[in-house]
């Protein structure tokens, strides 16, 4: 799957694309992602590739010019624009990206991006949460890194995705590794005790369990059975008379 990366500053980018996994899958040709520079595409000696906001109010706006033919660059594929005014970025979009084979990212920076740009050439906004960052590099970043790790082969067997949180609608349980006992605190028995089941069964009781404390509407769509509905019934009465579901 190919990632066109546009920003105005590569730099921030190219480090984390050079390490650890999104690394090995671009060395094993699973990934390429490609960094284009928008300010080589700005006309003047000066290479501006930002300007004033008609209207007045602060800050400067991405002009056009050099931005549109960045992207015309790197064209055909599907456009998205990092925005905090996008559609809210989660594990079923970078499921549904990473059926395409082309990907083109546009960081912006400043107050934004001339809006004509976006009206012209771009085909989504994306938005990686509820906050303001300073660019578009991060989020970029989020959303090659969150949908390539999907594309098979990417993750060797040690980090598959299929349990992750998310996988099945879900939070994820704890993990522990050595030592059994750190600091006083002991690794979960159900863990130790080497019988499949129960640990299947203590995994799911704690997926369950983070996901009621900490993200309650991801259950409504979680696919439950009859048991883990009856598991949370018993949390959520134990939440109801005021203690928090225990492990
Ligand atoms: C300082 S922000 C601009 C914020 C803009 N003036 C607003 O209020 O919506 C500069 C750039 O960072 C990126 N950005 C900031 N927050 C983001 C978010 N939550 N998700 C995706 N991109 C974001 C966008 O590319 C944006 O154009």
Redesign the pocket.
Known sequence: MLFEILTLFPEAVKGYLETSILARAQRAGLVEARLTNIRDFARDKHQTADDRPFGGGQ?MV?KPGPLCAAIRSVLPGRVI??????RP?DQAKAEELVRLDKLIL????????DQRVIDLLVDE????????????????L?ILDATSRLLPGVLGSQDSSQEESFGDGLLEYPHYTRPRLFEGRAVPEALLSGDHQRIRDWRRRESLRLTLLRRPELLERAQLSQRDRDWLAEMAAGLEAGREPGR
């Open positions: 800050g991405m624009l990092t925005s905090p005014r996008g970025f546009v960081c912006g920076r400043y107050e934004g991006v906004e994306i938005s990686v949460g509820d906050y303001v960052l300073t660019g578009g590099e991060l989020a970029a989020t």
